[in-house]
């Protein structure tokens, strides 16, 4: 069974709450290209402004969607220690990121310092 995990700037049992981050899908693109040269952008028929595949060197893929959702931008993705500290570095430290699965009953305050310790602690005790 595949778990999805979301990046998002706030928390999902919060409803109603907002968050001025904004990702250019642009710049979110030139940055995963930078950083995975074997990444593949998929067009989408949603109205998800990125969606993409990277291929790794284990043969394994990691997808990964950028949605809108109301008044933020959440980031969809089957997840990878790597990926989550990289985007967390990508955006800026004045805005906070939770971390959390489809479930959404573990959530996990990302910040810039977070290590990768810390986060394999958090997603592998459940």
């Not at 919060?14 to 001025?20: A, K, P, Q, V, Y």
């Not at 402004?49 to 993705?77: A, C, K």
Request: net charge negative; glycine share 6%.
């Amino acid at each position: 069974m595949t778990t999805t995990f979301y990046l998002s700037p706030t928390n999902p049992k919060d409803i109603g709450d907002s968050s001025n981050l904004y990702i250019d899908p642009e710049y979110y693109k030139n940055a995963l290209i930078d950083r995975w040269q074997t990444v593949e952008f998929i067009k989408s028929d949603s109205s998800d402004p990125l969606v993409w595949i990277i291929h790794t060197t284990s043969g394994g893929n990691l997808g990964g969607v950028m949605r809108l959702m109301g008044d933020f931008q959440t980031v969809s993705f089957l997840f990878t220690y790597e990926y989550i500290l990289w985007h967390r570095k990508l955006i800026p430290e004045k805005y906070s990121l939770v971390l959390y699965n489809d479930s959404a009953w573990k959530l996990f305050n990302l910040l810039v310092t977070t290590t990768q310790g810390e986060l394999r602690s958090f997603l592998e005790n459940p």
